[in-house]
């Protein structure tokens, strides 16, 4: 299986600072995936990357931004930090059909 | 695009009994079916699929799922439910021809003692 790792499991920033919410696999896979998770909405996809350097926009990619500079890491960036970007930020890698998903990275932005 | 729906919010049943969580889905041509389980403060943890082949898959923990193609719909069961199975409950779809996975909103399971 995939192993997919998110460096910070709770953050707590402040308005209009710039976050960045890190995550790793370990299977040299081209495809990575950022969601966010709210209750009563499920997951959202944000961005994904099918390769170095290569990414497209999701359903939600307003106030996001990504970074893929090496096949293993896929960052999420939010460059101004707002109130209503609190939330569960959720990374994924493929396997044989389904994704794997990282422990997840918990953000309050006050 | 394809879609997920999870009719219930939440879903009680007590130790011992069955339990059945479900989920249709809308996709265009044949689809990929998952369900994938969640514990307070973590990720998501996949359960189970369907890709091709018996319409009664099996997976972790002693859940299993059923697809069925004429309903749209995916069911996750399990005969015996424990207490240890209160967790939220998504479902998942993708086309078999790309990445675009969806999901449902969640159904919160309480097994209750």
């Known amino acids: 299986d995939v192993k997919v790792t998110q460096s910070s499991r709770y953050l707590v920033k402040r308005t209009g600072e710039k976050v960045f919410l890190e995550c790793v696999q370990d299977m040299d896979h081209e495809n990575m995936f950022w969601y966010r998770q709210d209750p009563g909405l499920g997951l959202r996809l944000i961005y994904f990357s099918y390769d170095v350097k290569m990414k497209e926009k999701g359903d939600i990619p307003e106030g996001y931004s990504v970074s893929r500079e090496k096949k293993e890491r896929f960052s999420l960036i939010l460059e101004s930090a707002s109130t209503n970007q609190t939330s569960m930020y959720l990374c994924a890698g493929p396997g044989p059909g389904e994704l794997f998903f990282g422990e997840g990275s918990r953000l309050t932005v006050l | 695009a394809q879609s997920v729906a999870q009719p219930e919010d939440q879903v009680n049943v007590a130790e011992g009994n069955p339990l059945t969580v479900k989920c249709t889905y809308s996709?265009?041509?044949?689809?990929?079916l998952f369900w994938y389980v969640q514990y307070p403060n973590r990720g998501l943890q996949f359960l189970l699929k369907y890709i091709t082949g018996d319409n009664l898959v099996k997976g972790s923990y002693g859940f299993e799922a059923e697809f069925n193609k004429s309903q749209t719909s995916f069911h996750l069961k399990k005969p015996s439910a424990l207490v240890s199975d209160s967790a939220l409950y998504f479902c998942?779809?993708?086309?078999?021809?790309?990445?675009?996975?969806?999901f449902g909103a969640g159904t919160r399971l309480t097994v209750k003692p």
């Open positions: 998942a779809v993708r086309p078999v021809n790309n990445n675009d996975m969806r």
């Open positions: 996709v265009s041509g044949n689809p990929y």
